[in-house]
């Protein structure tokens, strides 16, 4: 039986990582911070499958103990403070976290099992202000955040430790992916949550940022599997994992609204803009300047071709069936939560 062990396990990626490793048959450990209320988040319906080792990112002595305890085969590194507009209010804390956390994990990797295979969570965010159409694993960074800044520093040192030390230690650059587990600050989830709370009457309206902002969205499912193949080849490399689609943050909001049942039509241009339900008049989206980046990332679009050739693997959950699950996922929260409201 193969060992795992998963930082940010009770995250998107890591709990969809979690489930599919049990399924193959991992003993799955992961790490989690002691906090005052202990939280499973994404996990809890499978808390009981996994072994829970209290870690930080911070400190090397418990990564180093988290490695003795799990004797781990295979390392995936998702903890990250990966809210991109947090970077810039908590920038030393990300790069604590994003940056200085993957040397700590790799060391005690290196000093307690250096034949343990490391996946490292890069992200598109590294390349930033894009140098080439589309994306590829040679083409050149350029973040624009601190957190892309940090991962790119992330990405760097794991390719460091691969040739230095030897190590299996790649990086899976991943696109934008989302799902109904996305943390609700992120404006995907936040794009989905709304357009169920206004169905429900339960809000008016949302209120968004760049609407004109591309991204290459695919969905968390399938991008733990692109992980759980890289460490399972011969040789450590670094892919690219993405659709070869891009799509605005508007398209995004039409899309999610329409599975809602809402008929979004756009009015005004610029900090101006808003867009309306169709039938009824009513205003659903409103631009805040709040919400535009200090330096905005304009489009990611990623070539997977070398993911798809090497490892084998291709998305399966198209761009519609995303949104429309997180929609329908929404709605059904948002359902009980207005029950349980009126019950208590």
Excluded at 130 to 155: D, I, N, W
Excluded at 161 to 181: T, V
Excluded at 246 to 267: K, L, M, S
């Amino acid at each position: 039986m193969k060992k795992a062990l998963i930082t940010g396990v009770t995250g998107q990626d890591g709990s969809y990582l979690a489930e599919l490793l049990l399924e193959k048959g991992y003993e799955v450990y992961g790490v989690m911070r002691r906090k005052s209320v202990v939280n499973y988040g994404n996990t809890a319906h499978i808390k009981d499958d996994i072994r829970f080792i209290y870690a930080d990112m911070t400190d090397v002595t418990s990564l180093i103990a988290a490695m003795r305890q799990s004797e781990a085969d295979e390392v995936y590194n998702l903890a990250a403070q990966s809210f991109v507009a947090t970077s810039w209010e908590q920038p030393i804390a990300t790069t604590d976290i994003d940056a200085l956390g993957v040397t700590n994990m790799l060391e005690a990797i290196r000093i307690i099992k250096p034949a343990c295979r490391f996946y490292q969570a890069s992200t598109s965010e590294m390349f930033g202000l894009v140098q080439e159409m589309p994306q590829t694993e040679s083409t050149p960074f350029y973040p624009r955040s601190p957190y892309g800044v940090a991962k790119l520093y992330g990405h760097w040192i794991t390719k460091n430790y691969r040739e230095s030390y030897g190590l299996h230690a790649g990086s899976g650059i991943l696109f934008n992916h989302e799902s109904e587990r996305r943390g609700k600050e992120f404006v995907t989830r936040k794009i989905t949550a709304a357009a169920a709370q206004i169905k429900l009457g339960a809000q008016q309206y949302v209120e968004l940022g760049n609407l004109d902002a591309k991204r290459d969205w695919g969905h968390s499912a399938d991008y733990v599997r692109a992980m759980w193949l890289m460490l399972q080849q011969k040789e450590p490399d670094d892919y690219v994992i993405a659709t070869n689609e891009t799509r605005t943050i508007r398209e995004f909001a039409e899309r999610a609204f329409a599975c809602a049942g809402f008929d979004i039509r756009w009015q005004g241009e610029g900090v101006n803009e808003t867009g309306v339900d169709a039938r009824t008049g009513h205003t659903l989206i409103k631009v805040n300047t709040r919400f535009f980046r200090p330096a905005e990332v304009e489009i990611l679009l990623g070539n997977p071709a070398k993911a798809e050739t090497v490892l084998g693997w291709k998305r399966e959950i198209s761009f519609s069936e995303l949104v429309e699950r997180m929609v329908k996922h929404d709605i059904a929260l948002a359902e009980r939560e207005l029950k349980a409201a009126r019950q208590s």
